[in-house]
């Protein structure tokens, strides 16, 4: 069963719109919750939320954490067609070593028509 | 500025040869990771290194090793390549816990 899982995977709108992504996940040493953009070429980091309620922005995206119900969102305002790309969430649990790899969705294939 | 950086953006090889996949970062970041991406699988952990020397299995470990000599370094090694294998290959680097990734450009290798 997926750890954590993004919906939709896929979604087209209209230029102007606004977007709201999702992402549950079940694991059981939460540490983090990351998401990433990823355009044609690596991911490219967006937020790191790690305490519930607080809402992370820059510009036109934002995102909040809600760790009881186990799930973030990532919105996005006033999109435009350069916000086209697959929006990734990964989870990244906590052991008893250093840092841990990421645990990640299949991603949200965002399409921003003109 | 972090830069990630791999050996090749493309490569194709034979199914049964030894393939090395290189990753260098020049940031001084503890912790490297290797995850393959899959239509439909999304990004998949293989292998990752919190120090020199040290590695820990990720969740597809299975017919990969790597090797961390030098901090900058994390190379993934396929022993004898096979089909299942073709796909796209990133690495990424870390400062520490709780800190992002940075993601190199990828390696898209195609085993024939």
């Given amino acids: 069963e997926d750890k954590v899982v993004q919906s939709p995977l896929s979604l087209v709108v209209h230029e102007g719109d606004t977007v709201t992504l999702n992402c549950s996940y079940e694991v059981t040493n939460f540490r983090s919750l990351l998401w990433y953009k990823q355009e044609k070429k690596a991911p490219t980091f967006l937020f790191m939320l790690t305490s519930s309620g607080i809402e992370k922005k820059s510009g036109r995206l934002s995102s909040i954490l809600d760790k009881k119900e186990l799930f973030s969102i990532l919105n996005i305002t006033a999109t435009q067609t350069g916000d086209s790309a697959v929006y990734l969430c990964a989870v990244e649990e906590r052991s008893g070593g250093g840092a841990d790899g990421l645990t990640f969705g299949k991603g949200t294939h965002l399409i921003i028509q003109p | 500025d972090v830069k990630v950086t791999q050996s090749s953006r493309y490569l194709v090889k034979r199914t049964g040869e030894k393939v090395f996949l290189e990753c260098v970062q020049d940031m001084d970041h503890e912790n490297m990771f290797w995850y393959r991406q899959d239509p439909g699988l999304g990004l998949r952990l293989i292998y990752f290194s919190y120090d020199v020397k ?24 396929l022993e004898s390549a096979s089909t299942n294998q073709t796909s796209m290959y990133l690495c990424a680097s870390s400062w520490d816990q709780l800190t992002e990734q940075y993601f190199g450009p990828g390696t898209r290798l195609t085993v024939t």
């Fill in chain 2, 54 to 77: 040290m590695k820990e299995k990720g969740d597809i470990p299975e017919g990969y090793s790597v090797s961390r000599e030098k901090k900058e370094r994390f190379s993934l090694i």
